[in-house]
């Protein structure tokens, strides 16, 4: 009887150990993934179509401006500003926030294929060059510490993005 109670009470320790010792042993490891940089704003300003966004912001600019400086001199006024001054704040306030928005939605409706051709692009290059994982390297800035330049893929990206 004292031998099946020693039995019983070290089969349970056996497995546990058995269980043990099994999780040291190698697993299949996956190979390393290569990780690439491509600049975002510089394959964007080298696209064909960018320099339509370009004159398109410029003209909303010119635009807005001195709408925008009116305003900041009628807000000056503070306390003082009479009710007429009040009336044409308001008139301008609205008409700048309109033709913002549609300046907005026009450079959206530019910059949107502009994007989407760039996305292409960065996948193509990263395909082509055997890599996993693309950074965009502006925000990978303080994130990395050190990156091979050999794993910069935006002249690679800005060649396909200019053949398009």
């Known amino acids: 009887m004292k031998r099946t109670l020693k039995l019983s009470l070290l089969a349970p320790a056996l497995l546990v150990g058995g269980f043990a010792l099994g999780s040291l042993t190698p697993h299949a490891q996956t190979a390393p993934q290569k990780i690439a940089f491509v600049d975002v704003s510089q394959v964007l300003k080298a696209h064909p179509d960018n320099a339509a966004v370009v004159a398109l912001k410029a003209k909303a600019d010119a635009e807005l401006k001195p709408l925008s400086d009116q305003i900041q001199a009628l ?90």
């Open 75 to 164: 807000q000056a006024q503070g306390s003082k500003i009479s009710a007429a001054d009040k009336d044409k704040l308001a008139q301008l306030s609205a008409t700048i926030s309109s033709k913002a928005k549609d300046y907005d939605n026009q450079i959206q409706v530019k910059v949107k294929p502009i994007t989407e051709a760039v996305d292409t692009a960065v996948s193509t290059a990263a395909k082509a060059n055997g890599v996993a994982v693309v950074m965009d390297a502006a925000t990978a800035q303080g994130l990395v510490v050190f990156a091979d330049p050999s794993t910069d893929l935006t002249d690679a990206v800005k060649t396909i993005v200019a053949k398009k």
